[in-house]
């Protein structure tokens, strides 16, 4: 591990960055030896992180120990044999009821586990698996609103080849959301449609496109749950992709209640505040997948490769 630490930096770009991280934070590794990891998940009661290992098909446990446990195999196909090289579950969220929601590139479901969080059993009831009669293609990453309606994003990563898979049945990668009454409403249409956030007053929905040719993020304003309108770029990278050191398309994001947005781009970590000013970078050295806050916002943990980082926010 020295040699990634060796890339760790935090970038102050504004002084505005002054007020949410320290410039001289460590950035920590917790753990590794994992393949691609992803879909971070702080479980508050009980001071654990949940994150998915996409291509192993896993979920695991990082306690306050820095121990690590498997949660639950599967996580995302739960088939015979071998699917693809990214079959697990990716993004996982937590609702009011302490009930674990997986986004699952295998199964090309968004999910429920029917087991509680603290006995955890690859047993799950289907949310959403399909848009007017077609699969969707591999959810990735979502939201929960306050009212219980469930933003998601499904790009073509978790299908075996890809865009031009076969299997694939929707002719776009979509931007939806799951209405608590049941109803699958489309967004949007992107091309590589990653992760999903929303401001603090939920107003406003951040969306990320893993494109090389066309990496941003994307702004809409939220009229009523499930709709969207006055979508504009809020920061563009396509620029950077492929330079030195800045490695990462623009993936996972999460946003604070003071409305700054985290997000995973060229270089890791990148602080926008909400008038899309990038403030700061945390640089990670490898590609960077997403990241995740503990419930006092003081933290923030990052599933960087085949790596968890973690480094103390203010």
Same mark, same amino acid.
């Given at each position: 591990t020295d040699s990634i630490k060796t890339a760790f930096a935090i970038e102050i770009l504004d002084n505005e960055a002054l007020n949410v991280i320290d410039p001289k934070a460590i950035i920590e590794v917790l753990a590794s030896g994992f393949t691609w990891t992803e879909g971070p998940l702080w479980i508050e009661d009980d001071n654990y992180l949940l994150f998915s290992d996409i291509p192993?098909?896993?979920?695991?446990?990082?306690?306050?120990?820095?121990?690590?446990?498997?949660?639950?195999e599967p996580s995302g196909y739960t088939g015979e044999g071998t699917y693809s090289d990214e079959p697990g579950s990716n993004g996982l969220v937590l609702n009011k009821q302490r009930e674990l929601i997986l986004l699952q590139h295998g199964d090309r479901k968004v999910v429920k586990m029917s087991a509680s969080i603290d006995n955890p059993k690859s047993e799950f009831i289907t949310l959403a698996d399909s848009y007017n009669g077609q699969k969707l293609n591999s959810p990735n990453?979502?939201?929960?609103?306050k009212k219980g309606n469930f933003y998601f994003t499904d790009p073509p990563y978790g299908l075996p080849l890809k865009q031009d898979d076969p299997n694939k049945e929707l002719d776009f990668q979509g931007v939806f959301c799951l209405l608590n009454s049941g109803e699958l &409403?489309? @967004?949007?249409?992107?091309?590589?449609?990653?992760?999903?956030?929303?401001?603090?007053?939920?107003?406003?929905l951040y969306v990320a496109v893993?494109?090389?040719?066309?990496?941003?993020?994307?702004?809409?304003n939220i009229v009523k749950s499930g709709k969207v309108t006055n979508k504009k770029v809020f920061y563009d990278v396509t620029q950077l992709i492929g330079q030195k050191g800045q490695q990462g398309l623009p993936d996972g994001l999460k946003v604070n209640s003071k409305g700054?947005?985290?997000?995973?781009?060229?270089?890791?970590?990148?602080?926008?505040?909400?008038?899309?000013?990038a403030i700061a970078r945390i640089h990670t050295g490898q590609l960077t997948s997403n990241?995740?806050?503990?419930?006092?916002?003081?933290?923030?943990?990052?599933?960087?490769?085949?790596?968890?980082?973690? &480094?103390? @926010?203010?």
């Open positions: 192993n098909n896993k979920i695991y446990k990082l306690d306050s120990n820095q121990e690590v446990y498997t949660f639950l990453d979502g939201f929960l609103d &409403v489309l @967004l949007d249409k992107l091309t590589k449609p990653n992760g999903i956030g929303q401001s603090p007053d939920g107003n406003t893993s494109d090389p040719h066309h990496a941003v993020w994307y702004q809409y700054y947005l985290f997000a995973t781009g060229p270089g890791g970590i990148w602080i926008f505040n909400s008038s899309a000013k990241c995740a806050f503990d419930n006092h916002e003081k933290r923030l943990f990052m599933t960087a490769d085949d790596y968890i980082l973690a &480094v103390d @926010l203010l």
